[in-house]
């Protein structure tokens, strides 16, 4: 049975940085991808960042530069370090697994496990 339970976000300020993780259980040796997603209010969920089975990244363009996805050595734990945050990165963040390696860019539909979410708000 896979789970992923999301923690950390908050709140931030413009500027600032928050981290948020997400803890995996079950059998996460298998997963190829990790992902975060995004949902702000009233938009679609959106691809923030993917993390393959061998360390290798991938972001969307408006947080390349300033967010870093990464995991632990038993890929039991996925962070987001997200630094010089701006309004517009407040919204719902989720992570994701599947048994796929991660492409350049990927949609909710190709996730098959998901957390529950964690708010993070930036204020100016």
């Known amino acids: 049975q896979v789970r992923l339970v999301e923690s950390g976000g908050g709140s931030g300020q413009a500027g600032g940085s928050l981290r948020v993780s997400c803890s995996a259980s079950?059998?996460?040796?298998?997963?190829?991808?990790m992902a975060w997603f995004r949902q702000a209010p009233g938009k679609k969920r959106e691809w923030v960042a993917g993390?393959?089975?061998?360390?290798?990244?991938r972001y969307a363009e408006d947080v390349k530069g300033r967010f870093t996805i990464s995991q632990d050595s038993a890929r039991a734990t996925l962070y987001l370090q997200m630094n010089s945050l701006n309004l517009e990165d407040t919204a719902m963040y989720y992570c994701?697994?599947?048994?796929?390696?991660?492409?350049?860019?990927?949609?909710?539909?190709?996730?098959?496990?998901w957390g529950q979410g964690t708010q993070v708000t930036v204020s100016s």
């Open positions: 994701a697994a599947r048994y796929l390696y991660c492409g350049p860019a990927m949609s909710e539909g190709d996730f098959s496990a």
């Open positions: 079950g059998v996460t040796s298998r997963w190829d991808c």
């Open positions: 993390i393959g089975r061998s360390g290798g990244t």
